[in-house]
Nanobody
Framework: QVQLVESGGDLVQPGGSLRRSCTAS????????IGWFRQAPGKEREGVSC?????????QYADSVKGRFTISRDTDKNTLYLQMNNLNPEDTGVYYC?????????????????????WGQGTQVTVSS
């Protein structure tokens, strides 16, 4: 059974940095596309970033986070990371990691949450002064 467990919630001031982590069991994260999503109060869940299976290796970012966020993967620890720099209040929300385990899935699509099968529990990130 696939399980994704994310690091705990955080409160950070505008301009600050955070690193989110997502550790998997039952799935080798290098074998499938993995993504980060977030949901702000009153808004739909949106894609933030994704990384394709290691055989592809491509990454994608939402325009709103390009240049500020970096996605990475540690295959030894089977953990996905999201380094978030220069945070602003618009980055506040519940952050989720998710895995696309559909047969043949290699290349990730960051803005299509419906194709992701397994989700972490979600953790709150609050950017506020």
């Amino acid at each position: 059974q696939v399980q994704l467990v994310e690091s705990g919630g955080d409160l950070v001031q505008p301009g600050g940095s955070l690193r989110r982590s997502c550790t998997a069991s039952g799935l080798a994260l290098a074998s499938k596309p993995i993504g980060w999503f977030r949901q702000a109060p009153g808004k739909e869940r949106e894609g933030v970033s994704c990384i394709s299976a290691a055989s592809d290796g491509s990454v994608q970012y939402a325009d709103s986070v390009k240049g500020r966020f970096t996605i990475s993967r540690d295959t030894d620890k089977n953990t996905l990371y999201l380094q978030m720099n220069n945070l602003n209040p618009e980055d506040t929300g519940v952050y989720y990691c998710a895995a696309d385990v559909n047969p043949g899935a290699i290349t990730c699509i960051y803005n299509a949450p419906v194709i992701y099968d397994y989700w972490g529990q979600g953790t709150q990130v609050t950017v506020s002064s």
